[in-house]
């Protein structure tokens, strides 16, 4: 009887992630060899301290020495689970050219540097896998180049960030403050001490223009992703979605149409009805449209160490099982398109504004003139009974220039009878 | 420069899927080589009448005789969408003998021989898939291959047939009877002639077959199956379930508990808080517990020409890439356990029941006592005022045994106090 092979791991970082991935790699430890008729040992963990104890692991594995893996020609994956660009982008181009396979959870990395490393794994035969890396545990990257390859998809959106979508829902269902909510969920671990990666919009941006990337067969960096957070949504604006029978979600954004890719993340007034808007608390949820299969969403736990790990072993089996077939490398880079992405202000957006405008006749139709004379078409206009100086103006716009917009935003900011520009959100067209 | 190397194709049938199949392709022959390096060509369409007409399709390609696809060698794959049992069963055997891969979206067949099918793939290394099989265009089976292979997954349950849920949506938003809402599917094509495969749940019965056992790495087969349809499904019930905050739905459920498989198809009370609750329509979604992912959702077109392509065609371009790699082959059957499937009467589900009873003092303690001596536990109960003779009971129970359930049941329908058991639903607990 042949004996059983044992594919040895390195894991790059034993946080959060690390510490997941290791856990169920333990737990599925012994199925391995019916799974994938190997066994599967983590050789090595490389961290920062290695002296610090832990339990249960000897201490021979934990290293703090990257040239020790490197160097190891036994170890034939590495699973970066560090985070952040460097040294994370140098190790995995290392493993790389020396041949061993690269499973990561780094969206920052793949949103910035994804042509260089999947160029890397090409050149080298290399699987490249980052399934985690976008939505946590929810399957997408694989769905989409596989299952979806036969569609021309022409839209993904996507709540892809659980700190913010438990923050909004907490606003709308709770009626929390921004800052009740965003305290919330720093008490609940749902929000880092410095959560502006978060509600800035950033991390949502890096893993949008990752699924930009696969979908729209064209390259899409983070740098393209035009963000806006959620800093700026008030009570008020949560109040008037409800009225309104829409809710407030944090949206990645990306269409693919005639004149070019236009990605964005935005908060954004959805209608009750439509499924995103039900995906609650810190849950993901990505919608996809592709030409033959029309609508489909996929919608799971888009961060966790377990709901991570589950995509990081996922794709540490896909690895180990083109490694029996050498057929590694077989699903790589799917860019073969080069598609313009466009300017935000060539972009269109249907528009809710909020303003406070002096309570006297004629305010409402200055507005007015000034949208009109900026191409921007008004859809629903509400206003409630001033105070006497000052009174409350709604207006949803119909789906215009974001150019055109700004411009109109920028005259009305100047005009006497408008005291503020409260705020601007989009609304699902 | 190397010639193009183009991969010739077989499709057995050409009715709606495979018109489907046939129009994707059309519309992404240019796209190919950028795709997947080399051209798809579909040589041969096998027909029971060649001499019919096709507009737009060269009269050669058609051909009545199988003999004519198995015996030629250019042809690589075979993509079946002919449905039924036989001769798709024995044309799906011999083409895997002959060496060539099959893609096919034949959920009765795979629900009944799937080993056979799958062993016979393994035994010539030839790839054999069917994502098209399960819920239409919705990627669920390579998901669970492959992404989510990390997890123990404890429990799946869907919306795995757009039929009866659309007949479901109809009663419940727009109050129509059963038959009405049949009607109206049959008029908008969502229902066949004799709607008997949907609406008593045999079609969601062979999903969920082949979805269980590729969640439990165990065979399950079609037969292993408890299927109840939504045929006695009345207003009554519908009006119930909205009065408790809740929805009826046609699910099959698949769980894996320590004693073994349970696999059932019923209509299902669920709280429309319930990410499957909201599944309207003609839509299919199917919910996966993982332990490493948690819960994720799946959810998109189950049925219809294009969707359905869009999952034969992701299958056959993976089937290319695998024979590019010369790894055909490499994710075969995934049944490596043997599980025990439990008898419906050996599992739990919680109960929603409408009775007739005596419109008298000491009923409902009858009614009470029977369940209890059965060991059913009474959740919450509701009677409406009666007519003087008769009054309506609605009991909800604990999770409780089915066997004792049913052997209540019994019972019940035969005390005078009791003129009629109108309906038995399962509640999701």
Redesign the interface.
Known sequence: MEQLQTIKVALLGFGTVGG?VFE??E??KEEMP??IGVEVEIKKILVRDKSKKRLGIEQEVFTDSWNEIIEDEEIQVVIEVMGGIEPARSYILEALCAGKHVVTANKDLLAEHGKELLDTAAKYGCDLMF?AAVAG???II??MK???????ISEIMGIVNGTTNFILTKMSEEGMSYQEALKKAKELGYAEADPTADVEGYDAGRKIAIMASIAF?SRVTFFDVYIEGITKITEKDIAYAKELGMRIKLLGVAKHIEEGIEVKVHPMLLSKEH?LA?VADSFNAVFVH????????????GA?A??T??????D???VV??M????N???GC?C??EVPVKKIEETSSKFFMRLQVKDKPGALAGVANVLGNSGVSIAQVVQKAGDGSFAELVVITDVVQEGSFQDAITILGGMSMVKEISSVVRVYA
Do not use: T, W
């Open positions: 997941g169920l790699l737990k599925r019916d799974k399934e545990g929810i399957p694989r769905p596989q299952c979806l390859a036969g569609n021309d067969h499924p039900n592709g030409d033959a299969l029309d609508d489909a969403m996929f919608m799971g736990r966790g377990l709901p790990a589950s995509a990081v072993v996922g540490l089996i896909d099982r083109n029996k077939f050498h057929c490398g077989r699903i799917s073969y398109k």
